[in-house]
T-cell receptor, first 114, second 115 residues
Framework: AQSVSQHNHHVILSEAASLELGCNYS??????LFWYVQYPGQHLQLLLK??????LVKGIKGFEAEFIKSKFSFNLRKPSVQWSVTAEFFC????????????FGTGTRLQVTL | NAGVTQTPKFQVLKTGQSMTLQCAQD?????MSWYRQDPGMGLRLIHY???????DQGEVPNGYNVSRSTTEDFPLRLLSAAPSQTSVYFC??????????????FGPGTRLTVT
């Protein structure tokens, strides 16, 4: 079975700092990769996704992620964070062709201070 | 489109009680799933369905039942509630697209407390 690791459980950044959140997965086959964000009290929203093609994926709100197959990684980046970015971020993976069985990481709580 | 809707938003149960969490989607998605979210554990898959009449177990199915009689609805039943089932429950749906990433659309969640 696949698994997802998010090594940073809680990240605190100052506004305007750059962000990078790590995500590693374990599965040897073809996968689809996702980053979701959950703002306080809200449901999960899709930030970006990767399934094939250019390994550098751009998503909403200025987020991007890079898929490095050799490292089984899909790290999320943002050049400059705003206070409104305070949220919890989840990396998720499913095997290509298994639409329902999404495996999530434990999440990274991002706190942006003014 | 309303997307994925869940009712109720909040629920308090006593140990041993049963209840059904409702989930509906109006996007004609084939796939539907139930997850629970617990602090420090991310989201874990409870049950999922690949179409009407077809369901299967996820990572943490014990204590929960599901059925899928229509494409739109996917209720989650707690047979005999236990404090360990205190959690936030999310329903999600996704579509089938050949070669595609099958992104999931999430409902607003149901916060359940079992005392």
């Amino acid at each position: 079975a696949q698994s997802v690791s998010q090594h940073n459980h809680h990240v605190i950044l100052s506004e305007a700092a750059s962000l990078e959140l790590g995500c590693n997965y374990s599965y040897g086959g073809t996968v689809n990769l996702f980053w979701y964000v959950q703002y306080p009290g809200q449901h999960l929203q899709l930030l970006l996704k990767y399934f094939s093609g250019d390994p550098l994926v751009k998503g909403i709100k200025g987020f991007e992620a890079e898929f490095i197959k050799s490292k089984f990684s899909f790290n999320l980046r943002k050049p400059s964070v705003q206070w409104s970015v305070t949220a919890e971020f989840f990396c998720a993976v499913n095997r290509a062709g298994t639409a329902s069985k999404l495996t999530f990481g434990t999440g990274t709580r991002l706190q942006v201070t003014l | 489109n309303a997307g994925v809707t869940q009712t109720p938003k909040f629920q308090v149960l006593k140990t041993g009680q049963s209840m059904t969490l409702q989930c509906a989607q109006d996007m004609n998605h084939e796939y539907m799933s139930w997850y629970r979210q617990d602090p420090g554990m991310g989201l874990r898959l409870i049950h999922y369905s690949v179409g009407a009449g077809i369901t299967d177990q996820g990572e943490v199915p014990n204590g929960y039942n599901v059925s899928r009689s229509t494409t739109e609805d996917f209720p989650l039943r707690l047979l005999s509630a236990a404090p360990s089932q205190t959690s936030v429950y999310f329903c999600a749906s996704s579509y089938s697209m050949a070669g595609g990433p099958h992104e999931q659309y999430f409902g607003p969640g149901t916060r359940l407390t079992v005392t």
